[in-house]
């Protein structure tokens, strides 16, 4: 039990703002959270290598997240602009210490990196959440969602286009209303 705890203690944050990241919504990722982490507690005699209770938590955490979104699609309520100042207030180490211009900036490009992965479909929310929130390998990704590791590269691949091709449109729109298009 006093294992299970400091696991919990350990992932709590990441595992909500994982399902935050999800479900756009606080109360449904703090349920999706619990839910994970109840299950998670349940099964955690299927755990074969305890270094990997945050990636296997995450799992189950996400596919909650994700049967949750798709039963509720219709009634989802959207708290981006709270969602993105949790995910910086969260992530704040990774802002450059005692320059506020910089600071300013990354935490700009930081909400529009936010808000094109919002409009990723869930599948490809959850990859883009594993591998670059979670730092999971491909490998561990195909071995928590239990998927064919083609799978996992493709649905990446996929999300990483799409991101890249939205962040491309996003930087020339704002070049055209800065006067800076040739």
Not at 30 to 50: G, R, S, V
């Amino acid at each position: 039990m006093e294992i299970f705890k400091n696991f919990y203690l350990k992932y709590y944050q990441k595992v909500f703002v994982t399902c935050l990241l999800i479900l756009k919504n606080t109360a449904l990722a703090e349920d999706a959270t619990q839910e994970a982490f109840i299950k998670a507690y349940l099964n955690i005699h299927t755990l074969k290598d305890p270094e990997k209770f945050g990636a296997w938590v995450a799992a189950i955490a996400t596919k909650h997240s994700i049967n949750v979104y798709n039963r509720n699609k219709r009634i989802l309520c959207i708290e981006e602009q709270k969602l993105s100042e949790q995910y910086l207030e969260m992530n704040n180490e990774r802002l450059y210490e005692n320059e506020p211009c910089s600071e300013y900036l990354v935490k700009e490009r930081t909400e529009e990196i936010l808000e094109v992965i919002y409009s990723l479909n869930p599948l490809l929310k959850q990859m883009i959440i594993l591998k670059y929130y979670w730092m999971l390998t491909d490998p561990e990704i195909a071995e928590m969602l239990k998927m064919p590791i083609g799978t996992v590269k493709s649905s990446l691949f996929r999300a990483r286009k799409i991101l890249a091709k939205k962040m491309k449109v996003k930087y020339q729109e704002e070049k055209l209303i800065k006067g800076e298009v040739n």
